[in-house]
């Protein structure tokens, strides 16, 4: 059960949402993509500094490539439990995430989530396509026939969701710097779509603000040829007293667009709990605005809904 007990609101409604994943599921039908991950943003006042909700993040909802940026006038606090690219010398390594079902308490629960998850012919389906996505990807800068996936499917809990895990690798040609590999397989497949470009123009289309930091990359490129990036989901960033936070929903033809709804509200829980945990100000206008601007909006204003909670299972 997802349940937001804080104020938070949205850039888009529940029914804009279904809507945006209805009308996905149109070009799906009619052959443009298979697969196209789609977000709404979330806001709420904050008080407390990126660095005070980062710190809360890292408490409450643990990951392998949490981060914090301080970009002047604005701050980034990530718990990204994705990563986009290892590279070590010329091996190159990435590990796309697709599938989600939420955490409970109850140990029974809990275990039928996990069960659901990985013998669901949909959540392996997707998993498989963005795993040749990044087959493919790779494929681009790397020797061939040295593409490899050692793993297709791996489980990996974190506090409010579990996820499906592949691990696609490879050895770069001896001509690729690291540069031109992140360049080549920027942004990733499992939060774009399939085919990617096209899944771009349809996310730029039924989006309507750009996603700013969410979903690009977070993570250094070494002089030694030792390198690491993420990519930057459950991440929040803090500006003039509001905090902001993608949550978004892989969508495929059997989608069911209140199932892909409550899935986002489940990704979004750790961001609230830390929120809680970091101490919210009281909102200074009416929600239904865009109450600041978020570094890569389109727009200075957006409608803003507030999120109700779900009352029904992802």
């Known amino acids: 059960m997802t349940h937001y007990a804080t104020p938070i ?23 443009d993509i298979y697969q196209v991950n789609l977000s709404h943003r979330l806001a709420a006042p904050c008080d407390a500094s990126g660095w005070e909700l980062f710190g809360r993040l890292k408490e409450l909802s643990p990951a392998p490539f949490a981060a914090y940026v301080d970009c002047g006038d ?16 010329r091996h190159i390594l990435t590990r796309p995430i697709k599938g989600t079902r ?9 275990a039928q989530l996990t069960y659901e998850l990985q013998t669901s012919p949909k959540e392996m389906a997707e998993l498989v396509m ?33 996820h499906l895990v592949s691990t696609v690798e490879g050895r770069l ?6 540069f031109a ?16 470009f096209r899944a771009m123009e349809i996310i730029d289309e039924l989006e ?5 930091p969410y979903t690009g990359c977070l993570g250094y490129l070494g002089f030694n040829r030792e390198s690491q990036l993420s990519i930057t989901i459950r991440t929040a960033v803090v500006k003039e007293r509001m905090a902001y936070f993608h949550v978004g929903a892989g969508i495929v033809a059997d989608s069911v667009p209140a199932a892909e709804y409550d899935e986002t ?12 945990a970091a101490g919210l100000s009281a909102p200074s206008t009416e929600a239904g605005t865009d109450r600041a601007a978020t570094p890569g909006t389109r727009s200075a204003s957006s409608s803003e809904s507030a999120v109700k909670p779900a009352h029904t299972s992802a």
């Open 265 to 276: 509200l489940a990704k979004g829980r750790g961001f609230v709990a830390a929120l809680e």
């Open 74 to 89: 604005f701050e980034i606090a990530s718990s990204s439990p994705e990563l986009f690219l290892r590279l070590s010398g």
């Open 102 to 110: 939420p955490r409970d308490p109850d140990p029974t629960r809990d």
């Open 181 to 196: 590999a992140l360049a080549a397989c920027f942004p990733g497949g499992s939060i774009t779509g399939a085919p990617k």
């Open 9 to 31: 609101s949205s850039n888009l409604s529940r029914s804009a949402f279904l809507a945006a994943v209805e009308r996905a599921q149109r070009y799906i039908r009619a052959g």
């Open 208 to 212: 309507p603000i750009a996603r700013g």
């Open 173 to 178: 040609r001896a001509d690729v710097t690291h």
């Open 130 to 162: 963005i795993t040749d996505l990044l087959r493919n990807d790779l494929g681009r800068v790397c020797e061939f026939g040295s593409v490899q996936v050692p793993e297709l499917v791996r489980l990996e809990r974190y506090a409010h969701v579990q």
